[in-house]
């Protein structure tokens, strides 16, 4: 009966931990998308510590940081959504565009390269980012 009451209690419990961490993800989002970026901020970093492996969290601290323009936080937290996936087209293509504004052109280069390789959803904005790389490292 012991065991029992201990797989009762853990069905009862784990969903509602489980919701409670979605939960800041989600009010993140909604307070994102009301461009109240610094509530948004809040709620993402507070996902992370319940979730460290949120890579849509670091995705969005990273545009947040974009429009605070924070470039230095901005790539730090584009680098850690491609350490956890590594095959994250979007991280990978906001960074070879810091990169580019950056005039690290040799990094967004290699950055589109490898966008390229992976090319599902970003298809377009790589050929695009090409040719602007193209343009600038000439002058």
Known sequence: MNNFLKIILILIFIPNYLMANTKYFEEGLSLYENK???????????????????????????????????????????????????KNEEAIYHLAKLKLDLSDYQKSRELNDKLKDLCIKYCSQSQKLKKEIENLSKK
């Not at 460290?52 to 545009?63: C, D, G, H, Q, V």
């Not at 924070?70 to 491609?82: F, G, H, P």
């Open 36 to 86: 109240r970026f610094d509530k948004a901020k809040f709620k993402f970093e507070q996902d992370l510590v319940h979730n460290p492996k949120s890579e849509l969290s670091y995705l969005y601290l990273s545009k947040i940081f974009k429009n605070l323009d924070k470039k230095e936080l901005q790539e730090q937290n584009l680098k850690a959504v491609i350490l956890l996936n590594p």
